[in-house]
């Protein structure tokens, strides 16, 4: 019996480890956001960047990035991203005046996160001229 319990353990152990074994995406932005803070439409270009690290054991594959209205997603990874390695994903807001909050959602085949769906965030606000 002892014999049979100690298998069922090890077995479900292994099994735990294999759910966890695969591509990770991990961002640099606190609480995956962006803070615009306060900002001149004439001085600021809006772009941004959102640094990600594969901290993963396989190569991480962004499928797709996709922003809500306002944001313009300006170059994404399109090759896999090995593992210990760095990319990025630049955004550009369009600088209309008044607050910012805008989400980017990336697609990919990253375990840490349901299905490989990350929000991201922007925030801040942009005063005029």
Excluded: H
Aim: proline share 5%.
């Amino acid at each position: 019996m002892k014999k049979i319990i100690t298998l069922i353990a090890i077995v479900f152990a292994s099994s735990l480890s294999f759910a966890q074994s695969g591509a990770k995406i991990e961002f640099a932005a606190k609480d995956k956001t962006i803070d615009y803070g306060r900002i001149s439409k004439s001085s600021d270009n809006g772009i941004r960047a959102f640094e990600f690290t594969n901290t993963g054991n396989t190569p991480l594959i962004i499928t797709s990035v996709q922003s809500t209205a306002s944001s313009t997603i300006l170059s994404q990874p399109k090759t896999p991203i090995q593992p210990g390695k760095t990319g990025k994903i630049e955004v550009k807001y369009n600088m209309a005046p008044g607050p910012i909050r805008k989400t980017i959602t990336v697609e990919s085949n990253a375990v840490n996160y349901e299905e490989g769906r990350v929000a991201l965030k922007i925030k801040g606000e942009v005063i005029p001229n």
